[in-house]
């Protein structure tokens, strides 16, 4: 079975970074984030490719980047310029044969990113 685990969420300060990580059990096509508020939908926030192509949502543009190491199965995320608005549980998600995550095939449990002000 796939797994995807992800290590790196935490609380910090505004204007602060963290960053994320997440292990693959499996080589993966797409590999990324998503994002989910308390009371919101859980939305798109980047991906990255085989080919390291990358899209990030408009909201995190210019403050988050995402890497991968495709030999480990590995991708971060690196966020910068965190604010409040950015609290919330992230997933990591991947696709083995797609190079979209439009419908991730596979899912990380989550971890807990809070962004005080």
């Known amino acids: 079975q796939v797994h995807l685990v992800e290590s790196g969420g935490g609380q910090v300060q505004a204007g602060g970074s963290l960053r994320l990580s997440c292990a693959s059990s499996?080589?993966?096509?797409?590999m990324g984030w998503f994002r989910q508020a308390p009371g919101e939908q859980r939305e798109f926030v980047a991906s990255?490719?085989?080919?390291?192509?990358?899209i990030y949502t408009s909201s995190v543009k210019g403050r988050f980047t995402i890497s991968r190491d495709s030999a480990k199965n590995t991708v971060d995320l690196q966020m910068d310029s965190l604010y409040p608005e950015d609290t919330a549980v992230y997933y990591c998600a991947a696709n083995q044969y797609v190079g979209s995550l439009i419908n991730p095939g596979h899912w990380g449990q989550g971890t807990q990113v809070t962004i005080s002000s």
């Open positions: 990255i490719n085989s080919r390291g192509a990358t």
């Open positions: 499996q080589s993966m096509n797409a």
